[in-house]
């Protein structure tokens, strides 16, 4: 395949400027035209310097909005499909993005459905989309269920940044303040060391410590680099245990405040992909098990298996939710509403709005509380450095003085 820099007009008279991949020039003139473009320049491009060099495989999340938000629009115009394909790609910023599209619409025209297409590239395109593209092929809606995909997603897109951000702040200032106390205990501490060793009275217990602290961490730094990279390694391993990552997923559940927060985060996603899933007649069975892979936590998704399970032998979806730890009675009480009255996505689709609204006040909150504590710990950790030194300092001027 050969590269080729064009240059056109769209039919409101704006200027494009891009790069299109084709086996002729009589190929690329054929899709530009497909595109609605009136084109006036084409030169083929150097295959080695314009070559594409594609290093991720999978898609930034606001691009995938976009992508989704942009195919819908184009879909509602009345665009065919193949064609809304190549103007996404042509103007697409992202060139794994460009390359798929370019083999959607290779497909698409060799007769594969777009959702079969979608499904060989399961990195670029989730499961959920593809088995919602699925659905809205047999009911006619896809303008609609690509739209109500891009809102499912930047909500999916601003759980996770509320999530991110609580979790994120802790976790800079645990390791601000590790290296803060490093470089105290290392390049700060041993300047006051000779002049306490030269006092010749005991010293305070906190202060005695403290140069413990320090000649170790002056003499052993490699060996507390090479234990904090073994533990990262240890732990990176045992997460890949089914028993030991559920066990990760309970703990940060147990979390006080935060687990809270993540519980909610994860009900808000539940019901929201559920709820979405059963609007677009996707069969429950099937609904439920693309739910449970993509929560995200091993206790719910243990559940929904289970909730599987026993909707196929004629239960309820609520009952294996019923007495467990993690699930209110409000989720309980929607579901079984929703199911008595046949209305289980939209009862799923209110309590989805309530969590997320939940999650959104959650953050804030979380915030405003976890700010003081890291504050205070920081503060903390410095201060019994530097009273450590004071201490024997004031000492030293009363004997002096």
């Known amino acids: 395949m050969a ?24 190929e690329a003139l054929s899709k530009l035209g497909h595109m609605d473009l009136v084109v006036f320049e084409v030169d083929k491009l150097n295959a080695v310097l314009n070559k594409d060099i594609t290093l991720r495989t999978s898609l930034k999340s606001k691009d995938f909005i976009i992508f989704l938000r942009q195919f819908s629009s184009l879909m509602s115009a009345g665009i065919l499909l193949v064609d809304a394909l190549d103007l ?9 993005l460009k390359e798929a599209l370019d083999e959607l619409a290779e497909e698409i025209r060799e007769g594969v459905a777009l959702s079969e297409a979608m499904a060989k590239k399961p990195r670029m395109f989730p499961d959920l989309l593809v088995h919602m593209i699925h659905s809205a092929e047999v009911s006619g809606r896809l ?6 995909m891009a809102d499912y997603y930047e909500k999916q897109y601003r759980i996770k940044q509320k999530l991110s951000t609580a979790m994120t702040y802790p976790l800079v200032v645990g390791v601000l303040a590790f290296f803060i106390t490093v470089f105290l205990l290392v ?64 703990v940060q559940l147990k979390i006080p405040i935060l687990g809270t927060f993540v519980q909610k985060t994860l009900l808000a996603r539940m019901t929201q992909t559920l709820s979405s899933l059963i ?6 069975l099937q609904a439920i098990e693309i739910t449970s892979q993509v929560v995200g936590n091993r206790v719910v998704e243990n559940v929904l ?21 993690f699930f209110p009675p409000l989720i309980i009480q929607m579901i079984q509403v929703g199911e008595s009255s046949g209305e289980l996505d939209e009862m799923l689709k209110k309590v989805s709005e309530i969590y997320d609204q939940e999650v959104q006040e959650s953050s804030d909150k979380l915030q405003v509380l976890i700010e003081p504590i890291m504050i205070i710990f920081l503060s903390v950790i410095v201060g019994v450095i530097v009273l450590s030194i004071v201490v024997p300092m004031f000492s030293m001027f009363e004997t002096f003085g």
């Not at 064009?6 to 009589?26: F, H, N, R, V």
């Not at 996404?88 to 794994?96: E, G, K, P, V, Y």
């Open 143 to 148: 303008e609609e269920v690509l739209q109500e």
């Open 187 to 250: 390049f700060i501490v041993p300047i006051f060391a000779d002049m306490f060793a030269s006092m010749g009275s005991e010293l305070p217990m906190i202060t005695q410590v403290v140069l413990k602290l320090s000649g170790f961490f002056q003499h052993y730094w490699w060996l507390i680099i090479l234990l904090v990279g073994l533990l990262a390694g240890v732990v990176l391993q045992l997460l890949k245990k089914d028993q030991v990552a559920y066990l990760f997923d309970v």
């Open 279 to 284: 609007s677009s007649s996707v069969p429950i």
């Open 305 to 325: 298996l289970q909730a599987q399970k026993d909707v196929e032998q004629g239960e309820s979806l609520a009952k294996p939710m019923v007495g467990h730890w």
């Open 88 to 96: 996404l790609a042509a103007q697409s910023t992202s060139l794994s």
């Open 3 to 26: 590269v080729f820099a064009y240059k056109a007009k769209t039919k409101d008279g704006k200027l494009m400027k891009g790069k299109i991949e084709s086996i002729s020039k009589k």
